[in-house]
């Protein structure tokens, strides 16, 4: 597994932790601002690399029909 795989699935596993987890709502001051922040940013992230996924997926398709 490459380590861009292992990084996503590492924020996965986190994430679905924070999200059961009372701490990070109670979490105040910088720090709970931080995280807050970085997961809101790997949601966007993740959002924006299926987009791209599904675009690629499509062009990959054309080539494809086309070649043939």
Do not use: C, P, W
Not at 13 to 24: G, I, Q
Not at 44 to 50: D, I, N, P, Q, W
């Amino acid at each position: 597994m490459d380590g861009a795989k292992r990084l996503e699935q590492a924020f996965e596993k986190l994430e679905n932790y924070l999200k059961d987890s009372e701490a990070v709502m109670a979490l105040g001051g910088k720090e709970g601002d931080k995280l807050k922040t970085l997961m809101h940013e790997n949601k966007a992230l993740k959002e924006k690399h299926k987009e791209a996924s599904k675009k690629l997926d499509k062009i990959i398709t054309k080539i494809e029909k086309g070649s043939k």
